[in-house]
Each structure stands twice: as C-alpha cells, then as structure tokens.
C-alpha cells in the first residue's frame, strides 16, 4: 500500500514536468503525428519510470534494470532535441536522475551523477535553454539523484522496522507462553505429587484406621481446590508465590508420609515475587529429607 502510494506521488511529481508540453502540443499546435508521438513517449517515461521504481521498493532490482534507465534517459533527451526545447520540453532532461541512485550501485550512481550534472547544462545549452533552466539543471540533477535514493531507503528502513517489531511481537507472545507453561508445570507438578502420596498414605491406613483415611481425604480435597485457584490465577497472572509457604506445604506433606523432615532456616521475611512480573516462575528450595517412610502403624 504504502510503495502504491510513493510510485503514484513519483508518477504525479513527473506528470508536472512533462504534462504542461504535452498539453501543448496537444491543445495548441494540433499536429496529430507530434501530439501521439509526444504522448507515447510521455506515457512510456511514466509507465516505465514507474515499475523501476516499484520493482526496486520491492527489492527485485535485476542488472537489466540498468537498460530501463537508459531506455528512459534516451527517450528524455530526445524529446527537446525532436520537439523543441521550448514549451516545457527542456524539463524532461531532469527526469532520469530520480533513477539513477535507485537503479544503479551506489558508487555508480555518484559517479554518473556527477557526468550527468556536468553534461546536462552543456545539452541544454546546446538545445537552447534559457540560462534560468541550466541554472536549475545544475542544482537539481544532484538534487533529484539524492532524492531518489533517500525516498527508497526511508521506505525500506520502514519496512525493516515493521517487520522487526512483528517479530519482537512473537517472540514476547513465544517467552509468555514459556513462562506460562513453567508456572503451570510448577504449580500442578508439586500439587499432583502431594495428591499422590496423600493418596498413596491414605491407602496404607485403608484396613487399620478410618479416620486417617478421612484425613488424608479431606486434604487430598483441599490440596485439589488449592490447585485449582492457583492455576485460575496462574492464567489471570496475579500468583504470588512465597518460599516460606512452599516450604511448609512440603514438610507438611512429608510429614504424613511418615518422612522425617529438616526444614532449612531462611529469612523471617523472605522476598515475595509475582509471575506476572517475573521471567519464570522462582526457586523453590527443596527440604532436606532424611530416612525412609514409616512403615504403617508406626
């Protein structure tokens, strides 16, 4: 959309350089062989002025394009030496040098600006051009050349900014759902691990006592409704996770699984974080367990 519109506004910019003799030979002199003669060559500048720009903000520049430059520069400096120089002809010999730094590598283009800023004026003073438009050939040939060339590298500089920031997108959209996916790892590994052995205790005392039984069932239920608030707020991002509380559900686990437990000492308050506001989820330090489980009834 955006290159559609940078060739139209070319288009229309050249269209103001070579239109008003164009309209002249149509309106006024009324020679029906220079009038068609005058707008193939125009339509064909436009037309082909026009693609190499576009191919060339699509980044298909090709060694041939080179020709349609020429192609275009040939038929620009014709047209005053065949139609006369005056009448607003004398202007399409600033037409090509939009081109040339566009087409050409950038060292060639500053050498065949610098020739064509040289033999421009002396053409146009050949063909008879009032001092004023030599004058504005000489400064408007580098002028145009730069133009040219800064006009292609914004809109590619541009298009290289879009793209790195879509792809910035996707990678902060591919980071959150890691992040997400180790929170959620986190979070229902240690719940269905202390599910499983609740479990697994319950059914140790499933013969000798009932009531242990009931026990571990009323936790396994209530480490199952805990599990699921802490992934509801898992996926609102608002899970604040804390060591100490982390700590204590472990050896309380461990504990009634009959594993003697050493908690480690940590701090009275110790840092509290949120996974919304973190890379992953944090740390967790795993208590130091010392023998095996009690056989049951011990």
């Not at 060559?41 to 020429?70: E, F, K």
């Not at 996926?235 to 908690?263: H, K, N, P, W």
């Amino acid at each position: 959309m955006i290159a559609t519109i940078v060739v139209a506004m070319t288009a229309l910019t050249l269209a103001g350089f070579l239109l008003p003799a164009l309209g002249y030979e149509l309106l006024t002199r009324r020679d029906p062989v220079r009038a068609a003669f005058s707008a193939a060559c125009v339509a064909a500048v436009l037309g082909l002025y026009g693609r190499l720009l576009w191919l060339n903000l699509m980044r298909r520049t090709a060694h041939g394009h080179r020709y349609g430059l020429a192609a275009i520069a040939v038929v620009c400096w014709a047209l005053p030496a065949l139609l006369g120089a005056g009448h607003g002809w004398g202007n399409a010999l600033v037409v090509p040098t939009g081109l040339i730094a566009v087409v050409l590598p950038l060292r060639q283009a500053v050498g065949v600006t610098a020739a064509m800023t040289v033999l421009t004026p002396v053409y146009g003073v050949a063909l008879g051009l009032p001092a004023l438009s030599v004058l504005y050939e000489v400064s408007g040939i580098p002028l145009a050349s730069f133009s040219g060339y800064a006009q292609v590298w914004f809109f590619h500089v541009v298009q290289e900014l879009r793209e790195a920031r879509a792809e910035l997108a996707r990678s902060a959209v591919g980071e959150e759902r890691l992040r997400f996916a180790r929170d959620l790892h986190d979070v229902l590994g240690h719940s269905l691990q202390a599910v499983a052995l609740r479990a697994e205790v319950a059914e140790r005392y499933l013969e000798r006592d009932p009531g242990r039984v009931r026990k571990e069932l009323t936790e396994i239920q209530t480490m199952a409704r805990d599990s699921v608030r802490d992934v509801r707020e898992i996926v609102r991002g608002y899970r604040a996770t804390s060591l100490r509380t982390e700590l204590d559900g472990m050896s309380a686990v461990l504990r009634a699984a009959g594993i003697r437990c050493e908690r480690p000492e940590i701090a009275p308050e110790p840092p509290r974080t949120r996974t919304s506001r973190s890379a992953g989820s944090p740390a967790r330090r795993r208590p130091t367990c010392c023998g095996t489980p009690a056989p049951p009834g011990a």
